[in-house]
């Protein structure tokens, strides 16, 4: 199946950290996909910026570098166009320096999109920004894209959203969480809203529970630095795994229009139940890995990765959460998420209620639940648990098994990476799958609680041994409900 997409309008994409980790891995090899469809119009030009003096052909070849390294199958022709695209700039933002040079690769293209991507770090997002509009560099047919993470709480993600919000719109700001643009999230609006069966179902007389698993089996390696002054929630769950469970929770939008879909994000975040601290005492779990073995071989602990013995830093957690409202009352949503897990795994579960009666005998054996599981990472697809008859003669027996709907393998299709259609839709002007600056806002106000009682607590992070499913009492918050995490039966 050949891909579909209609060719961009001319545009300035300028990518901030352009030498960055970021655009080596991600941005250049999404942008270099668009290439060989057609979707990068002519005149489109890709300006990467970063501190370090470089020509345009020494970036060229370091970008010739990342989308060979990146990406599966290049055509040379292609990447020739490609890279003919690019131009470099020398800016330090630090030093406030080198911005005429950008304003002259700019001049005259005042009429074509003008895409600045921020992949820089987050002290930069405020003096970009003010820089930019001290230069005259953002036209009406500007926007911004910044990256995780907006704040390390609600307050000074409030400042972000000023200091960026002085010189850019909100219709021109593309705050990026890139789960919104796996294939998968993409599916489960699908599912949910173009078809008849599950919308009926979908609320607490029919849903148990709903599970939200985000594993990995890396650990912080090089990133520990950055990685300590964050930690597993500010990390995963205030953007990434609240993101997916609005998702699963938000009433119908009236339209796939940006607002409509974020008009009901912000609705399910205002509905989350704010946490006390007794509840965050008994609703959430944090811990921290040891060494142990992940991937085949033998690995450090979080703190020997970090050269210190004293963080409290959480590397995982685990918290049950309710969101108060008709659809949701009573259904309980489990989140997880953690480093150096037992393997690389991301999933949403939506658990349905048992049978109200069988009419089977006994010895039909054992009915399990429905259960729907929407897998982002690996293998994205989904999986519809259902029980039908043993097959063959003899007596009524039943078994579950799944329907199942594994992308790749029905449509024989490239899953593009969440980055190439969240680039081309800033580009277009798309903002329904980024995040509006109340839904961040919203986030932070239902984290910060958490953090604040989590800074008081002299117990540290419960220990896990690397290549496990985390701490003990994650396994104990979910049980002492008669529920299992979903992993226990891969
Ligand atoms: P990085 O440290 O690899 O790159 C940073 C970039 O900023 C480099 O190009 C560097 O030259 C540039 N830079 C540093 N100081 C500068 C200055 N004074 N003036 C101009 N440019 C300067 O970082 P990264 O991993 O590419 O991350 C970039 C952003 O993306 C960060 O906000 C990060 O939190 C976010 N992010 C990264 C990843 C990832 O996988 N790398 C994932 C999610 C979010």
Not at 336 to 347: I, M, N, Q, V
Not at 353 to 365: E, N, Q, R, T, V
Not at 396 to 404: A, G, K, S, T, Y
Request: with cysteine; charged share 25%; aromatic share 8%.
């Amino acid at each position: 199946m050949t891909e579909r997409s209609a060719q961009s309008d001319p545009f300035d994409l300028v990518v901030f950290g352009g030498t960055g980790d970021l655009a080596h891995r991600k941005l250049l090899p999404a942008l270099y996909h668009r290439e060989p469809i057609g979707q990068l119009g002519e005149d489109a030009r890709i300006i990467a910026v970063s501190r370090r003096p470089l020509s345009d052909e020494e970036y060229r070849e370091w970008a010739h570098n990342a989308v060979c390294e990146h990406v599966a199958e290049v055509d040379p022709k292609a990447l020739d166009r490609f890279l003919a695209r690019i131009q470099y700039v020398s800016v330090d933002v630090a030093q406030n320096t080198g911005w005429e040079a950008l304003e002259q690769k700019l001049a005259g293209r005042e009429d074509v999109t003008r895409a600045f991507y921020l992949s820089v770090s987050p002290d930069f997002f405020g003096p970009i920004c003010s820089a930019l509009g001290e230069h005259n560099l953002v036209t009406d047919r500007s926007r911004v894209t910044i990256e995780k993470p907006i704040g390390k709480n609600g307050k000074s993600a409030h400042e972000v959203n000023e200091t960026i919000g002085s010189v850019f719109k909100e219709h021109q700001i593309f705050r990026i969480d890139h789960y919104l643009g796996k294939e998968t999230v993409q599916n489960l609006m699908a599912l949910r809203f173009a078809n008849v069966l599950f919308e009926p179902l979908w609320n607490a007389a029919h849903i148990d529970h709903v599970q939200i698993t985000v594993a990995e089996t890396l650990g912080v390696e090089s990133r520990a630095g950055y990685y300590d002054t964050a930690g597993a929630l500010r990390d995963m769950v205030q953007n990434h795994l609240l993101q997916l469970l609005c998702l699963v929770a938000m009433e119908p939008p009236e339209s796939m229009a940006p607002d409509s879909v974020r008009d009901e994000k912000l609705k399910v975040l205002k509905a989350l139940r704010p946490m006390s601290a007794e509840m965050v005492e008994r609703n959430t779990v944090r811990g921290q890995y040891r060494a142990g073995a992940s991937s085949g071989g033998a690995v450090k602990g979080y703190l020997d990765e970090l050269g210190r013995n004293d963080s409290t830093t959480e590397t995982f957690v685990a918290a049950k959460v309710d969101i108060e409202n008709w659809r949701w009352a009573n259904v309980p949503f489990y989140l997880r998420t953690g480093k150096r897990l037992a393997s690389r795994l991301s999933e949403i579960t939506i658990q349905f209620k048992d049978l109200p009666h069988s009419i089977f005998l006994p010895d039909a054996g054992r009915i399990a639940a429905n259960k729907l599981v929407i897998r982002l990472q690996p293998d994205e697809g989904v999986k519809m648990q259902v029980m039908i008859k043993d097959p063959g003669p003899g007596s009524m027996r039943l078994r579950e098994v799944p329907l199942d709907m594994t992308f790749a393998e029905a449509f024989n299709v490239r899953h593009p990476d969440a980055y190439e259609r969240l680039i081309m839709d800033m580009i277009r002007g798309n903002q329904t799958l980024f995040m509006r600056r109340d839904e961040v806002e919203a986030a932070w106000f239902w984290i910060d609680p958490i953090l604040e009682h989590w800074s008081h607590l002299k117990e540290a992070p419960k220990p896990y041994t690397s290549g496990t499913w985390g701490p003990s009492a994650s396994i104990a918050l979910i049980e002492r409900d008669g529920r299992t995490w979903h992993d226990e039966t891969h």
